[in-house]
Nanobody
Framework: QVQLVESGGGLVQAGGSLRLSCAAS????????MGWYRQAPGEQRELVAA???????NYADSVKGRFTISRDNAKNTVYLQMNSLKPDDTAVYYC?????????WGQGTQVTVSS
């Protein structure tokens, strides 16, 4: 089994920054994808950013140019650097690890951006 532990959420003002971290442990294979989803109240969960074990990334259009995803393969840890935060970024952010068609989720961390 795989477990993911998230940290770094909090309350910031618009224009501020936060850095989320997610550390994975357990039966993790070399080839995998890690990323971040978010879910705002009353809305569907959406993909924010993803990065595979080779370093290839994908971003939601709404965060391109503001967020940066990175990973440390040796530590099985993924990061999300969030800059120029907007109130619309307010959501619960969930870390995900995908491997061999299996998805594993973190517990979620609240990000609140005030105006």
């Amino acid at each position: 089994q795989v477990q993911l532990v998230e940290s770094g959420g909090g309350l910031v003002q618009a224009g501020g920054s936060l850095r989320l971290s997610c550390a994975a442990s357990g039966n993790i294979f070399k080839v995998n994808t890690m990323g971040w989803y978010r879910q705002a109240p009353g809305e569907q969960r959406e993909l924010v950013a993803a990065i595979n074990s080779g370093g290839s990334t994908n971003y939601a259009d709404s965060v391109k140019g503001r967020f940066t995803i990175s990973r440390d393969n040796a530590k099985n840890t993924v990061y999300l650097q969030m800059n120029s935060l907007k109130p619309d970024d307010t959501a619960v952010y969930y870390c995900i690890l995908s491997q061999f068609s299996n998805n594993y989720w973190g517990q979620g961390t609240q990000v609140t951006v005030s105006s």
